[in-house]
């Protein structure tokens, strides 16, 4: 077991929520708008980032509060102690995320060193239809789950973009020196960038080559990466491409231009130009993958909403199937009970209504 004990103050429309006795299987029930993804959205803060609905911190701070909020959690990571999590914004302090470990403040990227946190939603049905940055910020997450320093790494990397791209858009002309220091630390981070998602491609293709056929379709993934992968090639690039960088006044070179290609097994064909239901199915089995990998280094926990809505009979049996095979702490949303029957018995259940939660 992952989580329990989990606590949201003045959280969108909960303005005090506790679930309590969790389990490894966790269904929220309701109508649509009573709260349930709510809930997910503020599980995946327990993670680094800016959580499933990338929202701005003022968005989520419910109108019965003062325009903080907060969520904690106690996390069973299998030591001795439990470990208390949080994370939430001060009113006093707009904008600005607070994260603590056992009662002490630290930074998101150590809420990523205790626990792994995945999610499926909606949202994420157009991933393969939408532009290459959508696939970006989707493969940094994945990443992010695995190796937590990816955070940071990446922040440092746009950072320096952002300089860079203001300097080859309307700044002047910089001392050499100085924008030869700006590239290379640049190029150091968009190094571990890269080198991050290569290896978080190597190992979820091997893992998703490992799962059982059908009835999930196979993806097949490829790094594209735009650019060298190694900080002296990539500094001497992002160097090399100053004139053209300033003509179109952006760079046009590294890790933010990567690509992440996604194609179905057997059928060499696109994911982008497969049916609604091969990209759904694909979906699945690529979080299903990486949530099997999460876990293998710390407890993780797996946020899926509204996912077996759409699916027919027999794929939605095989998800509860593995689902309960794996060792991730999984919470599911739906908007009535009658499609979990096959796991109503494993399930810790919650009624949601109106910001409310009863157990059932």
Same mark, same amino acid.
């Given at each position: 077991?992952?989580?329990?004990?989990?606590? /949201? &103050?003045?959280?969108?429309?909960?303005?005090?929520?506790? /679930? %309590?006795?969790?389990?490894?299987?966790?269904?929220?029930? #309701?109508?649509?708008?009573?709260?349930?993804?709510?809930?997910?959205?503020?599980?995946?803060?327990?993670?680094?980032?800016?959580?499933? +609905?990338?929202?701005?911190?003022?968005?989520?701070?419910? &109108?019965?509060?003062?325009?903080?909020?907060?969520?904690?959690? +106690?996390?069973?990571?299998?030591?001795?102690?439990?470990?208390?999590?949080?994370?939430?914004?001060?009113?006093?302090?707009?904008?600005?995320?607070?994260?603590?470990?056992?009662? $002490?403040?630290?930074?998101?990227?150590?809420?990523?060193? !205790?626990?792994?946190?995945?999610?499926?939603?909606?949202?994420?049905?157009?991933?393969?239809?939408?532009?290459?940055?959508?696939?970006? +910020?989707?493969?940094?997450?994945?990443?992010?789950?695995?190796?937590?320093?990816?955070?940071?790494? &990446?922040?440092?990397?746009?950072?320096?973009? +952002?300089?860079?791209?203001?300097?080859?858009?309307?700044?002047?002309?910089?001392?050499?020196? !100085? /924008?030869?220091?700006?590239? $290379?630390?640049?190029?150091?981070?968009?190094?571990?960038?890269?080198?991050?998602?290569?290896?978080?491609?190597?190992?979820?293709?091997?893992?998703?080559?490992?799962?059982?056929?059908?009835?999930?379709?196979?993806?097949? /993934?490829?790094?594209?990466?735009?650019?060298?992968?190694?900080?002296?090639?990539?500094?001497?690039?992002?160097?090399? #491409?100053?004139?053209? %960088?300033?003509?179109?006044?952006?760079?046009?070179?590294?890790?933010?231009? %990567?690509?992440?290609?996604? &194609?179905? =097994?057997?059928?060499?064909?696109? $994911?982008?130009?497969?049916?609604?239901?091969?990209?759904?199915?694909?979906?699945? =089995?690529?979080?299903?993958?990486?949530?099997?990998?999460?876990?293998?280094?710390?407890?993780?926990?797996?946020?899926?909403?509204?996912?077996?809505?759409?699916?027919?009979?027999?794929?939605?049996?095989?998800?509860?199937?593995?689902?309960?095979?794996?060792?991730?702490?999984? !919470?599911?949303?739906?908007?009535?009970?009658?499609?979990? %029957?096959?796991?109503?018995?494993?399930?810790?259940? !919650?009624?949601?209504?109106?910001?409310?939660?009863?157990?059932?």
């Amino acid at each position: 077991m992952a989580l329990d004990r989990i606590t /949201l &103050s003045t959280f969108r429309n909960h303005a005090g929520t506790c /679930l %309590d006795g969790t389990g490894k299987l966790n269904l929220l029930v #309701g109508e649509n708008g009573a709260g349930k993804t709510n809930i997910l959205e503020a599980l995946s803060l327990l993670a680094p980032g800016r959580g499933m +609905r990338r929202a701005a911190l003022s968005e989520m701070a419910g &109108s019965a509060g003062d325009g903080g909020f907060a969520v904690s959690a +106690r996390l069973d990571a299998g030591g001795a102690e439990p470990v208390q999590l949080g994370t939430g914004m001060r009113a006093e302090r707009p904008g600005r995320r607070v994260v603590q470990v056992n009662g $002490a403040q630290t930074t998101a990227v150590e809420l990523g060193e !205790w626990l792994a946190v995945g999610w499926l939603t909606p949202a994420m049905d157009r991933l393969f239809a939408d532009g290459a940055a959508a696939r970006r +910020r989707y493969l940094d997450r994945l990443v992010v789950a695995i190796d937590p320093d990816h955070a940071r790494q &990446s922040a440092r990397y746009e950072a320096g973009l +952002r300089e860079r791209n203001r300097i080859m858009s309307d700044g002047p002309s910089p001392n050499s020196s !100085w /924008l030869g220091g700006l590239e $290379a630390q640049m190029a150091e981070a968009g190094a571990a960038v890269a080198a991050g998602r290569a290896v978080l491609v190597e190992r979820l293709g091997a893992e998703l080559e490992r799962l059982p056929e059908g009835p999930f379709a196979r993806p097949v /993934l490829e790094y594209l990466p735009n650019g060298p992968l190694t900080a002296d090639a990539l500094a001497a690039e992002l160097a090399e #491409g100053r004139a053209r %960088d300033r003509a179109a006044q952006r760079t046009l070179s590294g890790p933010h231009r %990567d690509e992440l290609a996604v &194609s179905m =097994a057997g059928m060499s064909m696109a $994911a982008a130009n497969c049916s609604t239901g091969e990209q759904k199915a694909m979906l699945i =089995a690529m979080t299903l993958a990486h949530a099997r990998l999460a876990a293998d280094t710390r407890p993780g926990i797996l946020l899926l909403d509204e996912v077996a809505a759409h699916l027919d009979p027999v794929r939605r049996a095989a998800l509860f199937a593995r689902l309960l095979e794996g060792g991730t702490q999984v !919470w599911l949303t739906g908007t009535e009970l009658a499609p979990f %029957d096959e796991i109503r018995g494993s399930a810790a259940i !919650w009624r949601v209504e109106g910001g409310q939660v009863e157990r059932l």
